[in-house]
């Protein structure tokens, strides 16, 4: 007698990948990332870190060509869309397991106050995609007498 792994999702991975993205968002810390939208179809994963000068974004978006995404700033919100294309899988090609996301994927972040939407800048290399969003200077606090 022969021993089958099974496996349900191969099946229906599209269900698999559904409930995994809802317990990701079940499981984040605090009130968990609200940057990807519903419509995504796959969301890429994103470094943020702050320097002295600028914020920078980091994003995963293997596949996808820079000239192709769109980078929008507007009202203390950057949002970042663009889209995987697949490539033609004939049906009797012999793939056993497909795991590689296709589709749109669109993000948002919300930046601070600090944030310079003029200088923001972006760039794509090997598949990562570099967006540097500089401070503004800072203003410094100044006391203001007040005449009796």
Do not use: C
Not at 115 to 137: D, Y
């Amino acid at each position: 007698m022969a021993i089958v792994r099974y496996t349900p999702w191969s099946v229906n991975p599209a269900l698999h990948n559904e409930i995994r993205t809802v317990f990701d968002r079940f499981l984040q810390d605090g009130e968990g990332d609200q940057s990807n939208v519903v419509t995504s179809e796959w969301t890429p994963r994103v470094d943020v870190r702050e320097e002295a000068g600028q914020f920078v974004i980091e994003a995963d978006v293997p596949g996808v060509d820079p000239k192709d995404i769109e980078i929008h700033m507007e009202n203390g919100v950057l949002s970042i869309r663009g889209e995987r294309k697949s490539g033609m899988r004939p049906e009797n090609a012999g793939y056993t397991r497909v795991e590689r996301a296709h589709g749109t994927f669109y993000r948002r972040f919300a930046l601070p106050d600090t944030a310079n939407p003029e200088g923001i800048t972006a760039k794509g290399s090997h598949g990562v995609l570099e967006i540097a969003i500089p401070k503004r200077p800072e203003v410094k606090a100044r006391r203001i007498n007040v005449n009796a």
